[in-house]
């Protein structure tokens, strides 16, 4: 199971790491829309890898790990004893735990992510940290949402081929 829901951290770190390669771009939403330059209000500019984005990276792996047990829990829930399964009976199993996990799971890191675009319009001196943490935790928080439906399918292989 520490596989499965570090499968989740491994997408979050991925999703950061393509986002910082993002803001390193100096062409990214580098254009004039009715006046407004979106570079600059997102402060596109290159980061490097300070203290802020490792804080970033450390609060994006602590929601991984959330969502990755929030499933994987109700999962063994739904069946404590780890029982061998095929069939309907583990698609009924596994669309039984994403009807019931799959939005908690997505609040959580949807949340998380909203709350990193005022940080990432913000100005102002102290602004620079907090911009060079959010952006690993945007980006690896939109990455990560794809683990909600990576763990189910992860489970149910080991289902499928426990004790073999």
Same mark, same amino acid.
């Given at each position: ?47 490097? !890898?300070? #203290?802020?984005?490792?804080? %970033?990276?450390?609060?994006? &792996? ?6 990755? =047990? *929030? ?45 990193? !675009?005022? #940080?990432?319009?913000?100005? %102002?001196?102290?602004?620079? &940290? ?6 690993? =935790? *945007? ?26």
């Amino acid at each position: 199971f520490v596989g499965m829901i570090g499968s989740g951290i491994l997408l979050a770190f991925t999703g950061g790491f393509l986002m910082l390669a993002c803001f390193n771009q100096s062409w990214l939403f580098d254009v004039d829309l009715l006046g407004i330059n979106p570079a600059a209000i997102f402060s596109i500019a290159p980061q490097d !890898l300070n #203290i802020g984005v490792w804080v %970033g990276f450390l609060v994006l &792996f602590g929601i991984a790990t959330d969502d990755g =047990v *929030l499933i994987t829990s109700y999962l063994r829930q739904l069946n404590p004893k780890d029982q061998k399964m095929k069939g309907k009976a583990l698609l009924s199993l596994i669309s039984k735990a994403l009807s019931r996990r799959i939005r908690p799971a997505l609040m959580t890191t949807s949340t998380t992510a909203v709350a990193m !675009l005022p #940080i990432l319009t913000g100005a %102002g001196d102290g602004n620079a &940290f907090l911009l060079s943490m959010a952006i690993p =935790v *945007l980006g690896g928080a939109l990455f990560q949402m794809i683990n909600v439906f990576t763990i189910p399918v992860f489970y149910s292989i080991w289902l499928e081929h426990k004790n073999n």
